[in-house]
């Protein structure tokens, strides 16, 4: 099957836990070679074009961390839940219709990009789900899976742009240049 023949509803999902449904695409046995990006930036926020999360696809929805699944067949395809694209989108399209132009943006809100193996990433991340639990509740219900990973809780490690432990952080330009190779 490939890449473009990928349905998001054949896979698990949950709203607003992109790590664990990211998680979850990469034990297709298709994907799993494939490289898990974390996008952040070195701020609080930054924003992103085309996002399910608005009706209005061109404005910018402002995410503390999104992370994607970069899969290569006979071109380099980003599979995103929360696009508005298509799930399994053609790299470079993804980026110019998915990002803003950086010099647009504060050097805070300029997305940065972690790119680790998946196969890396699936025996690394462990998740508790705490980051989604205020005094009050959850801020979204968590997936009906049970929570990933054996260890302490460390998505801050793959969201932390500053912590250069795992994967590799690129910037917007360099990832792009990964992307095209």
């Keep these: 099957m490939s890449l473009n023949e990928l349905k998001r509803e054949d896979f698990l999902y949950q709203p607003c836990y992109c790590e664990e449904n990211i998680w979850q695409l990469c034990q297709h046995e298709q994907l799993k070679e494939s490289h898990v990006i974390f996008i952040a930036s070195k701020g609080e926020v930054f924003p992103m074009l085309n996002q399910r999360a608005t009706v209005y696809p061109l404005k910018p929805v402002f995410w503390d961390y999104h992370v994607v699944l970069l899969a ?87 969201t932390d742009m500053n912590n250069s432990t795992i994967g590799e952080v690129l910037s917007y330009d360099a990832m792009l240049g990964v992307c095209r190779m």
């Design 72 to 158: 290569k067949d006979e071109r380099n395809q980003i599979l995103d839940f929360d696009t508005c694209l298509s799930f399994s989108t053609d790299a470079a399209e993804y980026f110019r219709n998915s990002f803003m132009d950086n010099a647009l943006l504060s050097a805070a809100e300029q997305p940065w990009f972690r790119v680790v193996p998946a196969d890396e990433y699936t025996a690394l991340f462990c998740s508790d789900r705490s980051h989604m639990k205020t005094v009050s509740g959850w801020q979204a219900l968590p997936p009906s899976w049970p929570p990933i990973g054996n260890g302490a809780h460390n998505l801050s490690s793959f």
